[in-house]
């Protein structure tokens, strides 16, 4: 159910268009909360539907003009709602760490290109929320919307150091 939680969210920063809000997932929420294009714009119709949004009406109304949608008291009431529920912590479901565990089984063959190439991809990441970090988060933030954004952050940093130094770790295991 978070799907529809991360399209009010979006919304709540900034009302936008399908296409807008779609881009806005490939660039922030997309880190932590992936999901296709398609995927957002049919969830978009059913919170439409279920009167959590709505689209703001056009200043010209013009034939294939774009939406663009707020959220309403009923939406905002639902993400508040969400937040406030708890959660426990889920398992790790990483392809991964299977992939490992049958390796041990059928043999290694590939697992060690495998690994760099994660440990690559990890670093490009972690380069990427660092320039992110720099670019809107120095200096410190200082209102709790910014450190609550800040946080999600630097949890995306913490997660790619950790998947850094295991893959790193792992590789010079196999290797020795």
């Given at each position: 159910?978070s799907?529809?939680h991360?399209?009010?969210?979006?919304?709540?920063?900034?009302?936008?268009?399908?296409?807008?809000?779609?881009?806005?997932?490939?660039?922030?929420?997309?880190?932590?909360?992936?999901?296709?294009?398609?995927?957002?714009?049919?969830?978009?119709?059913?919170?439409?539907?279920?009167?959590?949004?709505?689209?703001?009406?056009?200043?010209?109304?013009?034939?294939?003009?774009?939406?663009?949608?707020?959220?309403?008291?009923?939406?905002?009431?639902?993400?508040?709602?969400w937040?406030?529920?708890?959660?426990?912590?889920?398992?790790?479901?990483?392809?991964?760490?299977?992939?490992?565990?049958?390796?041990?089984?059928?043999?290694?063959?590939?697992?060690?290109?495998?690994?760099?190439?994660?440990?690559?991809?990890?670093?490009?990441q972690?380069?990427?929320?660092?320039?992110?970090?720099?670019?809107?988060?120095?200096?410190?933030?200082?209102s709790?919307?910014?450190?609550?954004?800040?946080?999600?952050?630097?949890?995306?940093?913490?997660?790619?150091?950790?998947?850094?130094?295991?893959?790193?770790?792992?590789?010079?295991?196999?290797?020795?």
């Amino acid at each position: 159910m978070s799907l529809p939680h991360a399209i009010l969210t979006a919304l709540l920063e900034k009302p936008s268009s399908g296409l807008e809000l779609t881009r806005r997932f490939d660039r922030s929420i997309g880190y932590f909360w992936s999901s296709t294009h398609q995927q957002i714009y049919r969830e978009l119709g059913k919170l439409e539907q279920a009167g959590r949004i709505r689209a703001l009406p056009a200043a010209v109304p013009a034939r294939g003009q774009k939406k663009e949608y707020e959220v309403l008291p009923a939406g905002r009431e639902e993400l508040a709602a969400w937040v406030a529920l708890p959660e426990d912590p889920r398992p790790v479901r990483d392809p991964l760490l299977l992939r490992m565990r049958a390796a041990a089984v059928v043999g290694a063959e590939g697992m060690d290109a495998e690994l760099r190439r994660h440990l690559t991809l990890h670093e490009s990441q972690l380069a990427e929320y660092r320039e992110i970090e720099e670019r809107n988060f120095t200096p410190a933030p200082t209102s709790d919307e910014d450190r609550l954004r800040y946080l999600v952050l630097r949890g995306g940093i913490d997660l790619e150091t950790f998947w850094i130094s295991w893959l790193t770790r792992s590789i010079a295991d196999l290797d020795g």
